[in-house]
């Protein structure tokens, strides 16, 4: 009964979410929230999808009990998990379980080398190419086209191109800066990483599908917030304007969302108010907490046991 549950909880959250989500407004309004509420949806749904084969495997009240002994940490003694009998349930379970985890490992493979690879090879001709800018600690690439980018990694740093240099106003090119840096703080290649695997391993599933995109557009929306931190809004606008005027570049700061990410700055919207934060951040953890709770509710009666 309760795989059955986690499973079609599973299919609400991973096709009934996408779509009022992609359309909400409030996202643009608070983008750090958004992207929390994706990842939140998305981690739901795999330990969903690994939880409920799993509940055809081990019973739900040992599960819940292990679970509770973890944070208990006492009453091992007295607990043991019962030997599976392997009946035709169990092995569904089994091949459930590995199915996920083969196209979840396959998909990492696939993402995080062909990401290596390109990481690297950008890495290595941006030293073969590029000049250490030290007043403006960034690299410089000597093309005639206006652009902007980081790389991430060990050595990570800000890529502005010459046409760059030349083409934007001293104020512009603080906000380029500050917007790229924001991304390397905010870590964001890894959660487009993330999201990038998730949708190899699962993409017809429309969560995933719809995830990726969504994600790049909320990280340039809060790398946007990130620059107005340091530049008024205008300025950053102006500056995404001038990045993206053509021939525009398939990298950096003037490629995603444009015309939303420049009318959002030039708009001021109002950030949410603390209720409807509240609201979503209750929503995140709902997501979070879901299917741990449903497989311990069984156990939490029998707290005073496992530590008698």
Known sequence: ??????????????????????????????????ISMWLAAAASVVATLILAPLLLIVPNHALGDLLV?????????????????WTAPQAAGVAGILGVMARLGH??????????????????????????????????????????????????????TAGALRTLPAAELRAVIAHERTHLRGRHHLILTGAAILDRAFGPVSLFE??????????????????????????VAHAVLRLAAPPASALGMGSTAVHQRVLRLLTAQAPLGGPAVAARALLIAAL???????ITMPALSDLGYHCA
């Open 1 to 34: 009964m309760i795989p059955a549950g986690l499973t079609a909880y599973a299919l609400l959250v991973a096709f009934g979410l996408p779509r009022p989500l992609v359309g909400a407004s409030w996202t643009s309004r608070a983008p750090r929230l958004a």
């Open 69 to 85: 002994l973890l944070v208990q940490w006492c009453g091992w003694a007295d607990h043991q998990l019962p030997v599976p009998t």
């Open 107 to 160: 998909a990492i493979a696939a993402v995080t080398l062909t990401q290596r690879r390109i990481r690297h090879r950008t890495h290595r001709d941006i030293r073969l190419a590029g000049r250490f800018h030290p007043t403006l600690d960034v690299v410089v690439l000597d093309h005639p086209q206006p652009s902007a980018f980081c790389l991430p990694g060990r050595d990570a740093t800000v890529v502005l």
């Open 210 to 235: 719809d995830m990726h995109g969504e994600l790049r557009r909320l990280v340039e929306l809060a790398a946007d917030d990130g620059a107005t931190r340091h530049c008024p809004r205008h300025t």
């Open 288 to 294: 979070l907490l879901t299917p741990l709770t449903v």
